[in-house]
Nanobody, 129 residues
Framework: QVQLVESGGGLVQPGGSLRLSCAASGGTFSTYGMGWFRQAPGKEREFVAA????????YYAESVKGRYTISRDNAKNTVYLQMNDLKPEDTAVYYC??????????????????????WGQGTQVTVSS
């Protein structure tokens, strides 16, 4: 029902910045918690960041805290991931995800991939000289 399309990935040098966008359609965007996940070659998918339905709460993996910022614009049905001070370890396919259920009572569950119902196709981020 819900379609998510990521954009904004690409090749960037270490220390550079990128902004990823995820456009949603086919549902009521403002009712979904949104998250970003990533998967590097040979590794499991990992949580990056999440944001509550109204944008009032955000959550970050420790590895990106202070460098990444998640935000959303419900009027545009879009969630963003601003990535600064990028490192080679950030290289991965980045996926946008939507959670249709109510916001979990415990914040840590926003980072559990199994709790999300819809996923985008992913966008490649490569950090290299």
């Amino acid at each position: 029902q819900v379609q998510l399309v990521e954009s904004g990935g690409g090749l960037v040098q270490p220390g550079g910045s990128l902004r990823l966008s995820c456009a949603a359609s086919g549902g009521t965007f403002s009712t979904y918690g949104m998250g970003w996940f990533r998967q590097a070659p040979g590794k499991e998918r990992e949580f990056v960041a999440a944001i509550s339905r109204n944008g009032g709460s955000t959550y970050y993996a420790e590895s990106v805290k202070g460098r990444y910022t998640i935000s959303r614009d419900n009027a545009k049905n879009t969630v963003y991931l601003q990535m600064n001070d990028l490192k080679p370890e950030d290289t991965a396919v980045y996926y946008c995800a939507a959670r249709k259920g109510p916001t979990p009572a415990f914040a840590q569950f926003m980072g559990v991939s199994e709790g999300y119902d819809y996923w985008g196709q992913g966008t490649q981020v490569t950090v290299s000289s």
